[in-house]
């Protein structure tokens, strides 16, 4: 199941901010300096979002923890940022979290040390179902 048109033109708003983040920056930075640069390219491109949003974790309606995502796009998109040789399967498997805890469907990440950003572009969707379950995780 795809996402609604809202939150697809989200992402797709986002990967044009970090194309161009990428494009003044080239790979080679810490992810901080992506984030803070990202953030300011958001920003100028009136994209709302919120920055190291933490989302709550439950076990049997317990608050057992939170995760923090490094950016809630427009209450619909998760984006997370790296700046790393490679991005590995724990990766994924860490934004399906998110995405779950957070209950939203889509998720991008980007990683920013290649040479092309389109390499380093990962589009992660939680089908509904498991990110609205009754309870918690």
Known sequence: M???SRTD???REVIGAAIAVHSALGPGFLESVYQRALEVELKARGIPFEREKYVEVLRRGVLVGRGRCDFVVDTCLVVELKAIEALAPVHSSIIV???RAAKLMLALLINFN???LKDGIK???VSP????RKGDL
Not at 129 to 132: K, L
């Open 2 to 4: 795809e996402p609604d």
């Open 9 to 11: 033109r989200r992402a």
């Open 97 to 99: 979290s998110y995405l």
């Open 114 to 116: 290649v040479l092309i």
């Open 123 to 125: 589009r992660i969707i």
């Open 129 to 132: 179902r498991a990110t609205q």
